[in-house]
């Protein structure tokens, strides 16, 4: 188990890199440029203002350049102002989001544990059964099915046909009037399907993880 994570762990620092370059090239390659949001809701802004902003973001360097200047504010939590009307920091918004985020993924592993290591196991204690056969096909089929579309499927299924469940954010706009008991009822309603979602990722790999070493 700790190997594993370890793995998992080490895998990350490359992934992450890759991220970010395709992150960054990706949005480069967008028609335009970030300041066009500024420039183009203005029409009295003269050629030298927008060459004043594309100088104070940067924009005037070679890319190759600008991804270093950007993953140098990146390390440092430095993302700058929002475009948005608000002009806020990002790294505030993203740390109002960022609890949440974490409490998702963090119930979406303990999910992740919870089934597949008890069905791993099970399954490497009865290799080539009908069981062993069928709990590895579901979890690969699972596992192959784009997350996206299986989240757009269950928010059909379970939002607006059944109205089982909410479709998006945390809580009710009537989560302030409700008992504790009924705010734990509300909270846990908008959970379900993220960390149900979110689980699926990890599923299949931790599963044979222990149905090899079980």
Excluded: C
């Excluded at 480069?28 to 183009?40: M, N, Q, R, V």
């Excluded at 909410?166 to 989560?175: A, F, Q």
Aim: net charge positive.
């Amino acid at each position: 188990m700790v190997i594993y994570f370890a793995k998992r762990l080490l895998e990350m620092i490359p992934t992450i890199i890759g991220i970010t370059l395709i992150s960054f090239f990706i949005i480069h390659l967008a028609p335009g440029k970030p300041t066009d949001i500024l420039s183009e809701l203005n029409p009295k802004i003269t050629p030298e203002a927008r060459e004043k902003l594309e100088k104070y973001y940067g924009l005037d360097k070679p890319i190759i350049v600008q991804y270093g200047i950007w993953i140098k504010r990146l390390v440092k939590l430095d993302f700058g102002e929002s475009f948005s009307t608000d002009k806020r920091p990002v790294w505030d918004k993203i740390k109002e989001r960022l609890p949440i985020t974490i409490l998702i993924n963090v119930l979406s592993l303990v999910l992740v544990i919870l089934i597949a290591i008890p069905i791993g196991v099970s399954s490497a204690t009865h290799q080539y059964s009908l069981y062993d056969k069928i709990t590895t096909v579901v979890v690969f089929v699972g596992f192959a099915i784009p997350t996206f579309w299986l989240a757009l499927l269950l928010m059909i299924l379970f939002g607006v046909y059944l109205d089982w469940l909410p479709i998006s954010g945390i809580k009710s706009l009537n989560y302030d009037s409700l008992s504790t008991v009924g705010k734990i009822r509300d909270m846990s309603s908008h959970l379900i399907m993220p960390v149900l979602l979110g689980a699926f990722g990890g599923l299949a790999g931790l599963f044979l993880h222990e149905k090899q070493y079980a």
